[in-house]
């Protein structure tokens, strides 16, 4: 049997969400067209007979600017030391060069896999002068092209990666698909609905802490606290007459009953709390480690 870590890299938007659930052919992490959407690693298994494939989307890499971003930092600094493979990933859309600087600070010691995403937003030659730059780079084992939202060339991908894991036994049970609870999913579908229903400063000024997760036999009975840093931000989140949470307790509450597979009933505060993104004991009980 091979088994080992997948691990994907890269700068944020490239799509690095996108891909972890195109090759796991499930909705695992969320994703936005905003930067700084995933804030912690994520764990996607895919196990067949002949392979465990653990697959890590990780936060995109930036320079941190308060401590939240440092605890995301952390999570891409520990997805680098336990890599058995990494996928870089370049945002075709993007210039080679910029990516490339990024790649070669990671000074990584295992097979990379440079994997150019969003091929269907490019032309023909920019791909193919992209896979070129890099496959001329140093760290590079291998370079090709996918697009993660359509599905293109993710099967083939997935073949290569299973081709260059290391002999080994399997390291999850066969049927767990990821190593986090499934309350830390149902924070982050509410989370992706922030991102997509505000603009701003909003998302990046907002946690999703789960306070109760509780099944009983009709329905989930689900409590979660929308954390803000500013007053005005609550009066955002809430909307005029509540219209705004609303909205998005409607929207939230669609994909938790999906990913579920059962009826949920979703109750959201909005709490304030000055400056959570640079207060440790707030990061660590809204689960940054
Ligand atoms: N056209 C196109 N868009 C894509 C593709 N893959 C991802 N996207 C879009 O790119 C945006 C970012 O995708 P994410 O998967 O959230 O990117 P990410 O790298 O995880 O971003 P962070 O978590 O912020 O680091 C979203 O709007 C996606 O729909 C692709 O192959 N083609
Ligand atoms: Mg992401």
Redesign the pocket.
């Known amino acids: 049997m091979k088994a080992g870590f997948v691990n994907i890299f890269?700068k944020?938007?490239?799509?690095?969400?996108?891909l972890l659930n195109a090759l796991l052919g499930e909705k695992l992490a969320i994703?936005?067209?905003k930067?700084?959407?995933?804030r912690h690693r994520i764990k996607g298994i895919l196990t067949t007979p002949d392979y465990q494939l653990i697959i890590s989307?990780t936060?995109?890499i930036i320079e941190p600017k308060y401590k939240l971003h440092e605890k995301m930092m952390t999570a891409v600094k520990e997805a680098l030391e336990d890599a058995d493979v990494a996928v870089l990933l370049h945002d075709l859309t993007e210039e080679p060069a910029e990516s490339d600087k990024i790649f070669a600070a990671l000074k990584l010691k295992v097979p990379v896999l440079v994997v150019c995403?969003?091929l269907?937003?490019v032309s023909k030659e920019k791909t193919a002068a992209a896979i070129d730059f890099f496959k001329q780079q140093p760290y590079c084992t291998a370079a090709t092209a996918v697009?993660?939202?359509?599905g293109i060339n993710t099967t083939e991908l997935l073949q290569e990666l299973t081709g260059l894991l290391p002999e080994g036994e399997a390291f999850f049970p066969e049927d767990d698909i990821t190593d986090l609870p499934t309350r830390f999913f149902v924070g982050e579908m509410i989370r992706e609905k922030i991102y997509e229903l505000y603009e701003e400063e909003i998302p990046y000024h907002t946690t999703v802490l789960v306070q109760e997760f509780k099944e009983k036999s009709t329905l989930v009975k689900i409590q979660a606290d929308i954390i803000v840093q500013r007053e005005t931000q609550k009066g955002i989140i809430l909307g005029e007459r509540g219209q705004g949470i609303k909205a998005l307790g409607m929207a939230a509450r669609a994909d938790i009953e999906k990913f579920l597979g059962r009826k949920i009933f979703l109750e959201l505060f909005v709490k304030v709390k000055p400056k959570w993104r640079d207060n440790d004991t707030h990061l660590k009980e809204y689960g940054y480690h």
């Open positions: 890269g944020p938007n490239a799509g690095k969400s996108t994703i936005s067209s930067v700084q959407t995933t989307d936060p995109g995403n969003k269907d937003k697009s993660a939202i359509n």
